[in-house]
């Protein structure tokens, strides 16, 4: 299973890394992916990073703010988030996508297993 933590309460332009922790291999993905749903929205690609090579893909919302990575070792994924806004307040989500391509990284309809979510506010 996946375990998201690391949300919480920021200010405007302020920062938090969230992580997400597999329990095991298994749940480890070709990619692995952060998603966001703001209520009464859809939910939205944020990022994703290819697990064997390290490549990583950003939405155009996040880019240049929000970095992608992860620790082989500890199986898990990261999210830091800088220069957060307003408008980045979700629940955040960790998904694992075990056979998507490059090409089909953005639906959450590619993804297998996915992290309880953790909520992120930013207070302006």
């Known amino acids: 299973q996946l375990q998201a933590s690391g949300g919480g309460l920021v200010q405007a332009g302020g920062s938090l890394r969230l992580s997400c922790a597999a329990s095991?291999?298994?749940?480890?993905?070709?990619?692995m992916g952060w998603f966001r749903q703001a209520p009464g929205s859809e939910r939205e690609f944020v990022a994703a990073?290819?697990?064997?090579?390290?490549?990583?893909y950003h939405g155009d919302s996040v880019k240049g703010r929000f970095t992608i990575s992860r620790d082989k070792a500890k199986n898990t994924v990261y999210l830091q988030m800088a220069s957060l806004k307003p408008e980045d307040t979700a629940v955040y989500y960790c998904?694992?996508?075990?056979?998507?391509?490059?090409?089909?990284?953005?639906?959450?309809?590619?993804?297998?297993?996915w992290g309880q979510g953790t909520l992120v506010t930013v207070s302006s």
């Open positions: 990073i290819n697990w064997s090579g390290g490549h990583t």
């Open positions: 095991e291999r298994t749940y480890i993905g070709r990619f």
């Open positions: 998904g694992s996508a075990l056979r998507a391509i490059l090409s089909s990284i953005s639906p959450s309809g590619a993804y297998d297993y």
